[in-house]
Nanobody, 115 residues
């Protein structure tokens, strides 16, 4: 099984930046993609960005040009660099690992964008 631990959330003003990190442990060789999802109050969880083991990247339209996902294979870590943050980016951000035989989720980290 895969375990995920997120870090880096917090409170930031509109236009500011935050960097989220997700460290994977356990059966990391079963992972074929990792990504970030978010869930705002009263809304469904939605995809933010994903990156595969061969570095194919996908972003939600709402974050293209502002967020950057990257991976550090040596550290088994995925990062999400978030710039030009908007109030509507406020949510709990969850790290996800697509792995065999089952996916894994982190515990979530709160990101609040407010003046």
């Amino acid at each position: 099984q895969v375990q995920l631990v997120e870090s880096g959330g917090g409170l930031v003003q509109p236009g500011g930046s935050l960097r989220l990190s997700c460290a994977a442990s356990g059966d990391i060789f079963s992972i074929y993609a990792m990504g970030w999802y978010r869930q705002a109050p009263g809304k469904q969880r939605e995809l933010v960005a994903t990156i595969t083991v061969d570095s194919r990247i996908n972003y939600a339209d709402s974050v293209k040009g502002r967020f950057t996902i990257s991976r550090d294979n040596a550290e088994n870590t995925v990062h999400l660099e978030m710039n030009s943050l908007k109030v509507e980016d406020t949510a709990i951000y969850y790290c996800n690992a697509d792995a065999w035989p089952s996916s894994a989720w982190g515990q979530g980290t709160q990101v609040t964008v407010s003046s």
